[in-house]
Every structure is written in structure tokens, then in C-alpha cells.
Nanobody, 126 residues
Framework: HVQLVESGGGSVQTGGSLRLSCAAS????????MGWFRQAPGKEREGVAAIGTDGVTTYADSVKGRFTISQDNAKNTLYLQMNSLKPEDTALYYC?????????????????????WGQGTQVTVS
């Protein structure tokens, strides 16, 4: 069992920055994908960014060039650096983890299903 806890959300002005953190605990998998997702009121959950065991990243077109996903393996922590924030970035942000025992070296993508999910942290841009 893996537990994920997000932090770092809050309110920020348009054009501002926030860094979200996701602390992971529990079983550690040798190969995995980790991702950030978000859901705004009245909208479906959407993938934001993903990172694999090898550190290769992918991003949704809407955040490419503004957001950066990273991980600190020693601290078992996932990050999302968000710059140039826009009101349309307002959402509840979730981190997620998915073991990939059959990983073939390809990139991870922030798409459902992921196995483990955090409870979310709110980001509001105005």
C-alpha cells in the first residue's frame, strides 16, 4: 500500500508561482510512473504532467512551458513547479503513483488509471 499526501496549494495572483509537493510512503516499486492531475468544478479530471523511473517527463499542452514536474528520490517526494499561473489553472490538484512492472523504457503519461491517489490540494488563481 502506498500513501500520497499533497501540500503547497493556496491562492495566488495571475502570473504568480506555486510549488506543490507530494510525499510518498509505503511500498516502493522499482519501476513506476508518478503524475499530477487536476479537476476544476464542472470539469472532468485531467492529466497535467507525469514522470517515470528514468526521470523522463511529459506534459499536457495547456501547461507545457509553464509547469515542471520533478522528483527527489532520496526524500520520496514529487514536485510540481507552476509558473505564469492563469485563472484557468484553478483546480484541485492530485498526485498519483502507478507501479509499472512491465515498463519497457517508454515515457509515462498522466492518464487514468493510476493505482494510488492523494487527497488533493487546492490551487486558486485570481
Amino acid at each position: 500500500h502506498v500513501q500520497l499526501v499533497e501540500s503547497g496549494g493556496g491562492s495566488v495572483q495571475t502570473g504568480g508561482s506555486l510549488r506543490l509537493s507530494c510525499a510518498a510512503s509505503g511500498d516502493i516499486y522499482r519501476t513506476y510512473c508518478m503524475g499530477w492531475f487536476r479537476q476544476a468544478p464542472g470539469k472532468e479530471r485531467e492529466g497535467v504532467a507525469a514522470i517515470g523511473t528514468d526521470g523522463v517527463t511529459t506534459y499536457a499542452d495547456s501547461v507545457k512551458g509553464r509547469f515542471t514536474i520533478s522528483q527527489d528520490n532520496a526524500k520520496n517526494t514529487l514536485y510540481l513547479q507552476m509558473n505564469s499561473l492563469k485563472p484557468e489553472d484553478t483546480a484541485l490538484y492530485y498526485c498519483a503513483a502507478d507501479p509499472r512492472p512491465d515498463w519497457n523504457g517508454g515515457p509515462c503519461h498522466a492518464r487514468s488509471p493510476y493505482e494510488y491517489w492523494g487527497q488533493g490540494t487546492q490551487v486558486t488563481v485570481s
